[in-house]
């Protein structure tokens, strides 16, 4: 009896021996296609993380408008005909606190995108 529980015990642990477990590389995310209402929450979440206070928002044209300090902010969410969703931020006035912004808002968007 001994004899047959220590096979069983063997033949168990050896069947757990060939057994091999692949973890993701470090730093492994998926991504998830895009999608209108995806990319549309991210532009929002994005302004409003950048202080942009939001007072104009069209969801049929894929605008959203806002305004930080004398900055304009303005996003717009296009759907294209390959089933792709391309967004645009772009910030009224010149200068380094304009450009600063749009990447700032672009760079938050990307966030939200897991990229």
Known sequence: MKT???FL???GLSALAGCVVYD???GYTTQVPASFDRSWNAAMGAMNDNGVQIHRQDRATGTIEGQ???LTVKARVLSQADGKVRVEFNTSGSGAE???LAERI???Y?????R
Request: proline share 9%; net charge neutral; charged share 25%.
């Open 4 to 6: 047959v529980a220590c």
């Open 98 to 100: 304009s450009q600063d």
């Open 110 to 114: 990307d966030d939200y995108m897991g």
């Open 9 to 11: 015990a063997v033949l």
């Open 68 to 70: 930080r300090g004398p």
């Open 24 to 26: 993701h590389p470090y």
């Open 106 to 108: 672009s760079r938050r």
